[in-house]
């Protein structure tokens, strides 16, 4: 009963910390001058705004996207295969840095990069319709 306390308590300590650390206030604008965690946040607020441009350059591309003669969507089929792509290749480049904190930097560095590289991809296919 005393070790089911303890590790509760410690649960319940350990969600406190992590909570307040995720709330905390970084300034991304000097990211490098932050520590590993306020680097990785400031990593997943910039892949969450490469997200959204591609997600609306996404919806922008569907409005005029054209099925081929056998009813197929290449757009669509070619999107799932990048997000695939993407997401193992950024994968791939993070295992070097496995279980240590700088793997989620790598990994959404990586994403952020590729998603912003596929957006531009996207909006030269909309300028050309």
């Keep these: 009963m005393i070790k089911a306390g303890i590790l ?30 306020g680097m990785n946040f400031c990593a997943a607020q910039d892949f969450n705004k490469a997200d959204a441009a591609l997600n609306a350059a996404w919806s922008l591309i569907r409005k005029n996207a054209v099925k081929s003669s056998d009813g197929n969507d290449p757009l669509l089929s070619g999107q799932r295969a990048w997000l695939e792509y993407r997401d193992l290749q950024c994968e791939a480049e993070s295992l070097f840095f496995e279980g ?4 989620p930097l790598i990994n959404l560095t990586c994403r952020a990069r590729i998603t912003r590289d596929r957006t531009e991809e996207l909006l030269l296919m909309e300028r050309f319709h």
């Design 8 to 37: 509760v308590c410690c649960a319940s300590a350990f969600a406190a910390m992590s909570s307040s650390a995720v709330s905390q206030d970084w300034d991304c604008t000097n990211a490098g001058d932050l520590p590993q965690q």
């Design 100 to 103: 240590g904190s700088l793997q």
